[in-house]
């Protein structure tokens, strides 16, 4: 079975147990479902497409789409309340719920492409063990920052061995063009457009190990709505799937939507993951393995459980 095919029927037979909530609960349902989204995935079809709009419209719930630079600020939002939902890396609810943040994870959605490293093609940096002694850029509590200490420990390397440098996305393209950094860690969109800047990949993240992109709730929304998570989930499923067969059209949607140039948001879509599925026990592994290692770098301050912090609906 391929892969796309098990996750929908993941998420399919996870909802078969749960009612659809009806005309007659309206009264009493939220007014208005905030998602948080970045210049990427299935959340902009999903916006393009008015596909949550069509399903909650009818039971008088509002969609209001807000957008982030990255996962952290997202989850700072959803843990203070202002959103609902949203999708991010793995980094960013490992430090999140370090912190005592009020989420959950509903969703899993594996990675194959769309993220890794970038070097000057001047910079004299061909593998790995060159990031020692380097100024590496990224996204603090990123999956980006994953991704370096990946590379690092596969190196050899310590996380004292380089000098990290927190930069957004759009002020890291910058600086590794005018050499402020010597190495870029970032995720699609902004991969392609590093690319496309002259920046020249070292490693592919799918080269360092395996890795998630999640759909993450707030703990109370997800708690006081389950039915109504479960059809957000089912719709935003049914928008992956048609966006795996469809990739030239989610590439002009995510051009429209984000204002990145369509080349390069055709590059990101065709090398994109969209299936969205269960949190499974692998998933969770993996996840769990990303916060041993960012707790024994000291990059949290204590230990977590990640499964602690992994939606179980109620089955009635």
Known sequence: MLRRDFLKLSIAGAIAGIPEFSSAQAPDLLKALRVGYQKNG????????????????????????VEFASGPPMLEAMNA??????????????????????????????????QGILVKPDSGIRTLADLKGKRIGFTKGSSAHNVTVMALEKAGLTYNDITPVYLSPPDAVAALTRGSIDVWSVWDP??????????????????????????I??????????????????????????AESHRDQVAKSLAEITGVDLEIQTIAANRSSFAIGKVTDDIVATQQAVANRFFKLGLIPKPIVVRDAVWTPPQS
């Open 42 to 65: 299935v959340l902009v079809i999903a916006r393009q497409q008015a596909v949550l709009e069509k399903k909650l419209t009818p039971f008088g719930i509002d969609v209001k789409w």
């Open 81 to 114: 309340g202002s959103v609902d939902l949203g999708q991010v890396g793995d980094s960013p609810p490992i430090f999140a719920q370090s912190a005592g943040a009020n989420i959950v994870y509903v969703a899993g959605q594996p990675i194959t492409n769309g």
């Open 190 to 215: 902004y991969y392609a457009i590093g690319q496309r800047h002259g920046g020249q990949t070292l490693v592919e993240a799918s080269d360092l190990g395996k890795t998630n992109s999640f759909y």
């Open 217 to 242: 709730g707030n703990r109370d929304f997800a708690t006081r709505n389950p039915r109504i998570l479960r059809e957000v989930l089912a719709t935003l499923a049914e928008a992956a799937d048609w």
